[in-house]
Structure formats: C-alpha cells, structure tokens
C-alpha cells in the first residue's frame, strides 16, 4: 500500500513536470502538421540545426578529451592544487549561462583582454568560435563528473598489473584505463550532447543571433516564438525535433550500455 | 634469477615503512616475506616490483642493479591480493596481455595460453570474464597472467588473503608444486606463519620495517633470533624471562620443585591434538599442546588443579 502510493507520487510527479509540457508540446505540432513541416525544412531552420550540431560536435570532442584529462589529475594526479582544480570544474554548473555569455563579451570584445582577436578581423563574438567557447563553458563538467567517481572505484591495481607485465603508460592508458571508464565516459558524451544542444543562454549573448548564419535551434525557437504574431506552429515544430533528438540521444545510450554495465 | 636487496629504505611522511632492510633471495628459491601488518613486507615487495620507489638503496636482480628501472623493464610477475583482473577481458586476453604487448604472433600466443589455462587448470574456462569466476580462479587466473611473460622472478602480495581457508589452503599446495615444477624465483609476501612454513624454503621475518630473521621455516621456529619472531612464528609463552612453546610444557598430576600451579580452564579437542587452555594463580593464561592420549591418560578434567613445567625454554638477552 505504501509502496504503491509512493509510486503513484513519483508517476504524478514526473507527468506534472516531464510529460505534460512534452506531450502538449507534440500535441500543438500534430495540430499543424503543415506548418511545422514548412518550418522545419525552411533553409534557415537547416542552417541552425547545422550550427547547433557542428557546434555541439565541437564541445563534445574537445571537453571528452579534457574531461578525461581533467578526472585523471584530480583522482590520479600528484600535483598541488588538484583540489582546487576539482572545485573549479564544477563552475559551470552555479554560474548562469547568461552570466558566462556576458564574460566572454567582455573578454573577447575589442576593449577586452583578448580584443586583438576582434580587432583584427578574427571574429569570434557574433560568429561560431564565439558560440563554440560559449557551450564549451556551459558544458565543461559532465564528463570528468562521471568519470570521476568511475576512475575511483577501478582503483590503480589493474593499471599496475599492465606495467608489470610490460605495457608503456600509453599502452595502459588505452587497453585498461579507458575501456574500464568507457561507460562513464559514454554517459559523460550523452549529457555534454544533450546541454550543448540544448545550451540558449550564453549563446543567446555571443551569438548575434543572425538567422542562416550565427542562429543555432534553441535561438530559432525563441526567434519562431517571439515573432509568431498568432502563428505558433514553427516554434512548436522545431522544438519538436529538438527534443525529438535529445530523447533519441538517451534512448541511444539505454540501447548501446550492456545490463548491468552501469547500477 | 636471484633477488637481493641492499639497504632499502622507505618513508611515507613521518612513518619509516623500510629501515635500512638487506635481503637475499636465492636462484629458484622461494622466499615468504612473514611479518604482521605494517611490518612494511608489501611496501619491500612493490620496490623489488618497481612499483614503489625506494629513498635509498638498491635492487638488484640476477646481478643487475634495476633500482632506476620502472616495472615494465624489470621482467617481474607480480600477483595482487585481489587479483587485479582486467575486468574488461576473457580469461584468455587477461592471460595473453603481456604477450600482446610484446607483439607476439597470435599463434605463439594461443599456444602459450593455452598451455598457461592447462597449467593452472582453467581449461575451458578462457572466453569467461573475471566476474564469471570464484575467487580461487580469479587468482590462478593472475598467477598465469604473471607467467605469461616468463618472469625472472615472481613476486606475490599475499595471494590468497582474500579467499577462503579451504582454496587458500588448496592453492598454496598447489603453488608449492608448481615452483617444484618451473623453479621459478618466487617471493611471497604473507602474514600467515603457516602459509609461509608450508609454502617457503626460506622465510625472511620482518617487523615495524626491519628484518629480524632470515632462515628456514625450521630455524625461525626452532632457533628464533628474539622474542619477536618466537612469539610471532608459532605460538610462545613467555615465563618471567624465558619463552616456552605450548607443546613444550609438561603437563604433571602432582608438583615437583620447579612446577607451576595451575588450573584447567577448558579443553580444546582438534583430532588428535589437544590444547588445554589453563590459568595460573596470578591470573595468567597460558595454553598446552598435548595428545589425546596423554590427556585421557592423565584423566583431564576442566576446573582440575595441575601442574606444568617447561621441558624447554628459550631465553634471549
């Protein structure tokens, strides 16, 4: 009785929050199929989904590669400081996008510190590598976040056992190191994936904004919703397919992990 | 390929887990490094492995000073307590690693695990992961992951701590036949008195960091160097100055000059061995190792009055 009431809450809950916003989100597309499809395939709604996917393809191999090096020095590592590395790595998550998109135009604008970029026709505000720095900021932290923990567990006992019987410390890096994080590794891809495509608030600042050019999805969305004057059909169209597609990512990651691989 | 072991020493911090400790570890022996927790035998065992560093002194083995080598260079096996699979892989590409590091052609390797999986009877068991396998085979699984590589030495971190009397008590035996059968230089460090009498031919006793004693199982146990390792390796009581093994007291009906009052406490039956645990007028326990026999022939009873003397004592300066 009281299991089953406490799963009723739990289910009410997640309708509440999680499924009623989506389905009615579906629901709203359904109800104007023609328009949403005229939405979607316009030649600038390509153009952002093109920017979100290259942009967030970008963030993810760069902080995959960082955020493996980064768990690696706060669990392993013998450096001072490491601790305060393990503190910083968290920041994106307290800090508001809004905020991160404010400091990277102060940094990167022509009276900034790095304003010779700007300056000498090296645009990075209101172009991709602004919009890149943007979500790799906003996304830094979920891979060194799961392989943390991961990296823990394993212990250094394996890594060892390789260099006793011979392997080099790349050797082992690539044959134990990684194929024991690899799960962690991949949930770490998932979640970077699914914030960097979802990421508006700092790339609302940096970006500009332009549509065809520096507009990535979720800013498609806010432009669709913003000027609809009545016409919601293409703002719910491609929020449709954003969510569409970060849905496909988890379910992806359920299907590709093996029973058990992750308690 | 011999070991020796010159003047090593190693601090962690303020704690001196190694003072100035010199072993030698002869050409096809089998060495058990004894000592209770903390006596620093692992710590001395990961430097001979290259996977600790020493502050001072030198390792060398079959003559060669490899103090500044890293374990990879160094031509040692070594097993861990718990075991240290690679989760990751079969039963097989655990035991063929070292080989498929070295490039070894795949038809070399397949016949060298397969002969490996023979010797430590995992046939069958190769395309299994060590989370399909027990204990015992997880770590004859290590053994013949450390063979691989056909070793100069292999070195052993208290193999079987973690496994159960039975297996463990199965796998030293079976340890033991295997270096009869490779004459592979082995060290093994334990803090089981009798797993390393039973699997050793040299038994170096070490605590807080130093080394008390190096010699056969039977010298440790019957000309211990100090209190130290007589109370440690088999029991020992010691009697105002002097200590006297449990199976060396003499159990009397009636007094006799030099005997000792006591009481019976409990009678412990093992078999044919029989231990009596018994306390004397001061409080004192001491315990007797004594047959079946001469307890029923003494008719034994617990809360009986007798007497004990040393039939022989050892005393040390």
Same mark, same amino acid.
């Given at each position: 009785?009281?299991?089953?009431?406490?799963?009723?809450?739990?289910?009410?809950?997640?309708?509440?929050?999680?499924?009623?916003?989506?389905?009615?989100?579906?629901?709203?597309?359904?109800?104007?199929?023609?328009?949403?499809?005229?939405?979607?395939?316009?030649?600038?709604?390509?153009?952002?989904?093109?920017?979100?996917?290259?942009?967030?393809?970008?963030?993810?191999?760069?902080?995959?590669?960082?955020?493996?090096?980064?768990?690696?020095?706060?669990?392993?590592?013998?450096?001072?400081?490491?601790?305060?590395?393990?503190?910083?790595?968290?920041?994106?998550?307290?800090?508001?996008?809004?905020?991160?998109?404010?400091?990277?135009?102060?940094?990167?604008?022509?009276?900034?510190?790095?304003?010779?970029?700007?300056?000498?026709?090296? =645009?990075?505000?209101?172009?991709?590598?602004?919009?890149?720095?943007?979500?790799?900021?906003?996304?830094?932290?979920?891979?060194?976040? =799961?392989?943390?923990?991961?990296?823990?567990?394993?212990?250094? =006992?394996? =890594?060892?056992?390789?260099?006793?019987?011979?392997?080099?410390?790349?050797?082992?890096?690539?044959?134990?190191?990684?194929?024991?994080?690899?799960?962690?590794?991949?949930?770490?891809?998932?979640?970077?994936?699914?914030?960097?495509?979802?990421?508006?608030?700092?790339?609302?600042?940096?970006?500009?904004?332009?549509?065809?050019?520096?507009?990535?999805?979720?800013?498609?969305?806010?432009?669709?919703?913003?000027?609809?004057?009545?016409?919601?059909?293409?703002?719910?169209?491609?929020?449709?397919?954003?969510?569409?597609?970060?849905?496909?990512?988890?379910?992806?990651?359920?299907?590709?992990?093996?029973?058990?691989?992750?308690? | 390929?011999? &070991?020796?072991?010159?003047?090593?020493?190693?601090?962690?911090?303020?704690?001196?887990?190694?003072?100035?400790?010199?072993?030698?570890?002869?050409?096809?022996?089998?060495?058990?490094?004894?000592?209770?927790?903390?006596?620093?035998?692992?710590?001395?065992?990961?430097?001979?492995?290259?996977?600790?560093?020493?502050?001072?002194?030198?390792?060398?083995?079959?003559?060669?000073?490899?103090?500044?080598? +890293?374990?990879?260079?160094?031509?040692?096996?070594?097993?861990?307590?718990?075991?240290?699979?690679?989760?990751?892989?079969?039963?097989?590409?655990?035991?063929?690693?070292?080989?498929?590091?070295?490039?070894?052609?795949?038809?070399?390797?397949?016949?060298?695990?397969?002969?490996?999986?023979?010797?430590?009877?995992?046939?069958?068991?190769?395309?299994?992961?060590?989370?399909?396998?027990?204990?015992?085979?997880?770590?004859?699984?290590?053994?013949?992951?450390?063979?691989?590589?056909?070793?100069?030495?292999?070195?052993?971190?208290? +193999?079987?701590?973690?496994?159960?009397?039975?297996?463990?008590?199965?796998?030293?035996?079976?340890?033991?036949?295997?270096?009869?059968?490779?004459?592979?230089?082995?060290?093994?460090?334990?803090?089981?008195?009798?797993?390393?009498?039973?699997?050793?031919?040299?038994?170096?006793?070490?605590?807080?960091?130093?080394?008390?004693?190096?010699?056969?199982?039977?010298?440790?146990?019957?000309?211990?160097?100090?209190?130290?390792?007589?109370?440690?390796?088999?029991?020992?009581?010691?009697?105002?100055?002097?200590?006297?093994?449990?199976?060396?007291?003499?159990?009397?009906?009636?007094?006799?000059?030099?005997?000792?009052?006591?009481?019976?406490?409990?009678?412990?039956?093992?078999?044919?061995?029989?231990?009596?645990?018994?306390?004397?007028?001061?409080?004192?326990?001491?315990?007797?190792?004594?047959?079946?026999?001469?307890?029923?022939?003494?008719?034994?009873?617990?809360?009986? &009055?007798?007497?004990?003397?040393?039939?022989?004592?050892?005393?040390?300066?």
């Amino acid at each position: 009785m009281g299991r089953l009431s406490l799963r009723f809450v739990a289910l009410g809950y997640l309708t509440l929050i999680l499924i009623g916003p989506l389905a009615m989100m579906v629901w709203r597309t359904a109800e104007d199929l023609d328009g949403a499809w005229t939405a979607i395939t316009h030649p600038d709604t390509v153009a952002a989904f093109a920017l979100t996917l290259k942009v967030a393809a970008i963030a993810v191999s760069v902080n995959t590669v960082f955020g493996i090096v980064c768990a690696l020095v706060i669990v392993r590592g013998n450096i001072p400081g490491r601790g305060l590395l393990n503190a910083f790595i968290d920041l994106p998550l307290a800090l508001s996008p809004v905020i991160v998109g404010f400091s990277l135009i102060a940094l990167y604008g022509v009276n900034g510190w790095f304003g010779w970029f700007q300056r000498n026709g090296f =645009e990075i505000l209101f172009a991709t590598p602004g919009i890149v720095l943007a979500t790799i900021f906003v996304t830094l932290p979920f891979v060194a976040r =799961e392989v943390v923990p991961t990296l823990r567990e394993i212990g250094t =006992e394996q =890594e060892q056992a390789a260099q006793t019987l011979g392997a080099s410390g790349w050797q082992t890096f690539w044959r134990i190191t990684l194929p024991s994080i690899r799960w962690a590794v991949v949930y770490g891809v998932v979640l970077t994936t699914a914030r960097a495509i979802g990421e508006f608030g700092a790339v609302a600042l940096v970006s500009g904004n332009i549509a065809g050019q520096t507009q990535t999805a979720t800013l498609r969305v806010e432009d669709a919703y913003q000027f609809a004057y009545g016409n919601y059909a293409p703002a719910y169209g491609i929020s449709f397919v954003l969510a569409a597609t970060a849905i496909l990512i988890l379910v992806l990651m359920i299907v590709l992990q093996p029973k058990g691989a992750r308690r | 390929m011999s &070991i020796s072991i010159r003047h090593i020493t190693k601090r962690f911090d303020d704690f001196v887990a190694l003072d100035d400790v010199s072993v030698d570890v002869g050409k096809g022996s089998l060495t058990a490094l004894l000592g209770p927790s903390g006596s620093g035998k692992s710590t001395l065992l990961r430097i001979v492995a290259g996977l600790e560093a020493a502050d001072h002194g030198a390792v060398f083995i079959d003559g060669q000073d490899v103090t500044a080598r +890293p374990p990879q260079k160094r031509g040692v096996g070594f097993v861990f307590q718990h075991y240290a699979a690679f989760k990751h892989m079969t039963v097989h590409d655990n035991i063929a690693f070292g080989l498929a590091i070295r490039k070894r052609p795949k038809a070399e390797i397949a016949e060298r695990v397969n002969q490996l999986l023979r010797l430590v009877q995992l046939e069958g068991l190769a395309k299994r992961y060590p989370s399909q396998l027990s204990g015992g085979q997880r770590q004859r699984m290590g053994l013949a992951r450390a063979l691989a590589i056909d070793p100069a030495v292999l070195l052993l971190d208290e +193999p079987f701590g973690a496994l159960d009397a039975r297996v463990r008590a199965e796998l030293r035996d079976w340890l033991r036949r295997l270096h009869d059968e490779t004459h592979t230089t082995t060290v093994i460090v334990t803090h089981d008195q009798e797993e390393a009498m039973e699997v050793a031919d040299q038994v170096a006793v070490m605590s807080e960091g130093q080394i008390e004693q190096v010699g056969s199982p039977r010298e440790v146990y019957e000309q211990p160097a100090n209190a130290f390792v007589m109370t440690f390796v088999g029991q020992a009581h010691r009697l105002g100055d002097t200590f006297v093994r449990p199976h060396d007291l003499e159990v009397t009906l009636e007094p006799n000059g030099s005997t000792r009052e006591v009481m019976i406490d409990r009678i412990v039956h093992f078999g044919f061995d029989v231990r009596l645990d018994l306390v004397g007028g001061d409080g004192e326990r001491l315990s007797v190792q004594t047959t079946r026999d001469q307890a029923e022939l003494l008719e034994l009873v617990s809360g009986q &009055i007798v007497y004990v003397r040393p039939m022989r004592a050892t005393t040390f300066s």
